[in-house]
């Protein structure tokens, strides 16, 4: 998940530097309540009594991967576009509006959703409803607007992208790793495709994908299902059903050759190394695959005492850092990276190939049932912790449900992951850590003469 | 840091679709802090919330950021962050990692320029663990060779990474021209020269001098009763030494007022930090300046700056000012990035801002939405353990007051147009903004 409208900080294109662990994690205990409003609108409600706050969303199972085209960037583009105006909102109001009444707003754009939020008093529900539904319908587009705000993404890419040799990388790599699924291209789009975006596109766009049936509504907080229920009704039930929505997206075919792809900049502080490999999501995997992923991401790259850090970093010290991530949130295909950073002094190349070494004995070794056990115990307790905010239930469900998942998913998610076998994250590992399906990706620092 | 996300309207009479407006701001809802002091004399606030079965529980040293790190030591304070977890008692690094993990416990420690922190949160069913774990940590830690030259190499990696990051090239600039000579003009996590100088003598010192009773400050959110709590804090924190031994920091102004820096590095897009002197937490004003600057450049999308350079002009992506409060200094700073070509327009426009507001104040409407703003979204803050603990410690930090959470609405409502006009014209001038540049932006050049 990428492009805020406006964030605190340039986030997003995962460097090789940083060692993630894998998005986690949910619990049986959010305890959502769902039912769907006659024109196809999925409604979800998460009763969190704890304070008088309501957070409200509205996702759309639109993202980036898309897009026509040749448009790169329309999705990400206009989720900016839906804070102009409306037939009844002045364009640049609807933040403000939200502003007025203590509210905080925002949105975000993916491969495969959009999503709007406002975080509100709980008496001021029905206000953000009735603007969040409002946009959904009546959005007034003109260049006046959507001209500047044009610049404003470019501003934005820079920010992220061009200003950022590592953010380069990781385009150049998604680009290479994708031969031709629309994962390739990057959610914030191509300059040169930005640049050509219209009033026209954004309205093209808005038309065929900005409709209830192909939108879900989430409410977490002070209320449930009883008193949201009219509420829904009243404001997105009223929505006609727009016309059906099919996200069939076209297919990678086999991937035969492992790819690499290196940058050397003087603007690179720190070299590093990632690798990341075609995998399954949980959408598209088989039986308990995604699971076996995650958990698999823990043991060999999840923390400090993960095999790939204790190697590389502790014992052999030739690592500032180095760890695994599997992005299992997608509708179509995840992605299981590998990272690492050298010491200082340190050539890039011994790195590399002690990284190679660690993932050769993974595949001969396999995990053992300690290791699984201590990973899986630490999964779970993140499910406990999740439930220690009113964000994370709305993002995690919301994430599901856009990207081809159940509610019921969600809700299993722990027991999910203390099912998980040995030989299952054994088999994941050889399945899915194949070089002919990778992408290895290189930055390095350019010096006066020579690079490394 | 930069506060991006919220938002201030400026324009009451467009709104048809809403027939009716509530400019209440929402009531602090039910936080009720209760002051804990255990046998041994350590003193904490709670907010006990049995809702989820976590603790949370966050610490400052007062006296203990990297503005008291040794001259030729700069990075001290950050190391020592880095390396309380890395082993203590009989456990080696990796064996005290492995037992955090088992515990699921969080822990972490970090270094802001004037203060040492920690923040620690556990499932209340792992606790005797996690505590005991805890208390090893910040009174036996190790400082073992191998973790300590692992650690240096990881700090040093990140040197080098953000000697090329445009956001920390232009801080580093901008505090080093504001601060020569003063702690708070060196760079936070030193540098590689000084970083290589560090051993665990300097760990153990540092924890001598600044780890102690007499200046911490405790909060704890979440499932844990006064008792309870009471026993934690002896266990934890009742072994600590008694007075810590912080050298003092002299007060100071930024200097270089007026001046333009520009850092050459070849990027299409300039980073721009500017600032002069603000004021201070303790200072009466600050709830003034709080409601000024969510005008003029701290509130999100209806600023003022994001107004005139974001959504009229598509300068930027984002535009912004905050009031910058330390212990012994008070800067009022912004900063915007815009592609080469347009960073002069966009510092016209952000100087005519300041002093437009300099001379004019803001409008009646800008006040009302700047207040129910900040009235209503101070509440939205607190939806975790972690932020309720986070916030117990803030307030405790700046002697705000027990009942600060209920009063705070009406310190923010009692400010006038009066008060902003004295105030901005006080704090604004433009003429004394120093500006950092890194990039290489359109026909500008450094003040000679």
């Known amino acids: ?452 | 840091m930069k506060n991006l996300f919220s938002t201030l309207w400026n324009s009451v009479a467009t709104l048809p679709l809403l027939g009716m407006l509530c400019l209440i701001a929402l009531p602090s809802h039910a936080i009720d802090i209760k002051e804990v002091r255990s046998p041994g004399g350590i003193k904490a606030w709670l907010v006990q919330d049995k809702s989820i079965p976590v603790i949370s529980l966050n610490f400052a040293f007062k006296t203990g950021g990297t503005a008291y790190d040794p001259a030729g030591k700069e990075g001290l304070a950050r190391m020592v962050a880095a390396m309380i977890d890395e082993g203590a008692g009989d456990l080696s690094s990796q064996a005290f990692q492995r037992q955090l993990q088992d515990t699921a416990a969080q822990l972490s420690f970090s270094a802001s320029t004037d203060k040492f922190r920690g923040s620690f949160r556990t499932l209340k069913a792992n606790q005797d663990d996690a505590f005991r774990l805890l208390a090893l940590a910040l009174n036996k830690p190790r400082f073992d060779d191998k973790p300590v030259d692992r650690i240096k190499g990881q700090i040093i990696a990140s040197i080098q990474r953000s000697a090329q990051d445009p956001d920390m090239i232009g801080a580093r600039a901008w505090y080093q021209a504001a601060f020569p000579n003063h702690p708070y003009g060196r760079p936070s996590d030193g540098t590689i020269e000084s970083v290589k100088t560090l051993i665990a003598k300097d760990l153990k010192d540092f924890m001598r001098r600044h780890v102690a009773r007499d200046s911490l400050i405790v909060a704890v959110a979440g499932d844990i009763s006064p008792a309870e709590l009471e026993q934690r804090l002896d266990q934890v924190f009742g072994t600590l030494p008694a007075r810590g031994n912080a050298k003092k920091i002299a007060e100071i102004s930024p200097v270089a007022a007026g001046k333009t820096i520009v850092v050459d590095r070849e990027i299409p897009q300039s980073t721009v930090m500017f600032g002069h002197s603000g004021i201070k937490r303790s200072h009466p004003d600050w709830y003034i300046a709080t409601v000024m600057n969510r005008i003029l450049g701290g509130g999100g999308f209806s600023s003022r700056l994001m107004e005139e350079i974001r959504e009229k002009r598509g300068l930027a992506y984002g535009v912004y000012s905050y009031l910058n409060p330390y212990d012994h200094a008070a800067l009022y700073m912004g900063g915007v990035a815009t592609a080469n070509a347009r960073v002069a327009e966009s510092l016209k426009v952000i100087r005519a801002e300041w002093k437009k507001m300099a001379e004019n104040g803001v409008t009646a409407k800008e006040l009302a939405a700047a207040k129910t703003y900040i009235n209503g979204s101070f509440p939205l803050r607190l939806d975790s353990t972690r932020r309720i603990a986070s916030l117990l410690l803030a307030v405790q930090i700046n002697n705000l007051g027990k009942d600060y959470l209920d009063k705070r609405p009406s310190l923010i409502n009692a400010v006038t147009l009066a008060d902003i006009k004295r105030v901005a014209k006080k704090l604004l001038r433009p003429e004394a903004l120093t500006v950092v540049i890194v990039g290489q932006p359109k026909g500008i050049q450094s003040t000679p």
């Open chain 1, 1 to 452: 998940m990428i492009p805020l409208r406006l964030q605190t900080a340039v986030l997003g294109i995962v460097t090789a530097m940083v060692t993630l662990i894998a998005t986690p994690s949910s619990s049986a205990v959010f305890n959502p309540e769902s039912f769907m409003l006659k024109n196809g609108m999925q409604v979800v409600v998460i009763p969190n009594r704890r304070a008088p706050v309501v957070s409200h969303m509205v996702w759309y199972k639109t993202g980036a991967a898309d897009e026509p085209r040749g448009k790169s960037g329309i999705a990400h583009f206009f989720e900016h576009l839906m804070f102009k105006g409306t037939k009844s909102v002045p364009p640049g109001e609807f933040s403000k509006i939200i502003a007025r009444h203590g509210g905080r707003d925002n949105a975000f754009t993916t491969q495969d959703y959009t999503a709007y939020f406002q975080i509100v008093a709980r008496d001021k529900l029905d206000l953000v409803m009735r603007l969040e539904s409002d946009r959904m319908r009546n959005l007034v587009l003109t260049d006046a607007e959507v001209l500047p705000e044009r610049d404003v993404v470019l501003e934005e890419r820079r920010s992220r992208t061009d200003n950022n040799p590592g953010s380069q990388l990781w385009e150049a790599s998604r680009a290479a790793l994708f031969l031709n699924h629309p994962y390739k291209i990057p959610v914030i789009g191509w300059k040169h495709e930005i640049e050509q975006l219209t009033t026209k596109d954004a309205l093209d766009f808005y038309k065929r994908y900005y409709v209830p049936n192909n939108a879900i509504l989430i409410v977490a907080g002070d209320v449930d299902a009883k008193e949201l229920k009219p509420l829904a009704e009243k404001y997105y039930g009223v929505i006609p059903r727009g016309r059906k929505i099919v996200r069939d997206r076209i297919k990678e075919p086999p991937h035969l050759a492992g790819r690499r792809v290196e940058m050397a900049s003087r603007r690179v502080g720190q070299p590093s190394i990632s690798q990341t490999y075609l995998a399954p999501s949980y959408a598209t995997a088989k039986g308990n695959q995604a699971y076996a992923l995650l958990v698999l991401a823990e043991i060999f790259g999840g923390s400090s005492t993960a095999q790939l850090y204790r190697s590389l970093v502790v014992d052999q010290a030739l690592a500032s850092s180095a760890g695994a991530w599997f992005g299992a949130d997608a509708l179509d295909y995840g992605t299981f990276g590998l990272s690492a950073s050298p010491r200082p002094g340190v050539p890039l190349k011994k790195v590399e190939v002690a990284l190679q070494a660690e993932v050769k004995k993974l595949l001969k070794k396999g995990v053992t049932a300690k290791e699984l056990k201590r990973a899986v115990s630490s999964m779970v307790a993140s499910a406990v912790y999740a439930r220690d905010s009113l964000r994370a239930a709305p993002n995690i469900i919301g994430r599901a449900l856009s990207t081809g998942r159940t509610i019921a998913d969600v809700e299993s998610w722990p027991e999910r992951i203390k099912s998980v076998t040995v030989d299952e994250v054994n088999a994941a590992a050889r399945a899915v850590l194949r070089t002919e399906a990778s992408v290895t990706a290189i930055l390095r620092k350019k010096k006066k003469a020579g690079t490394d």
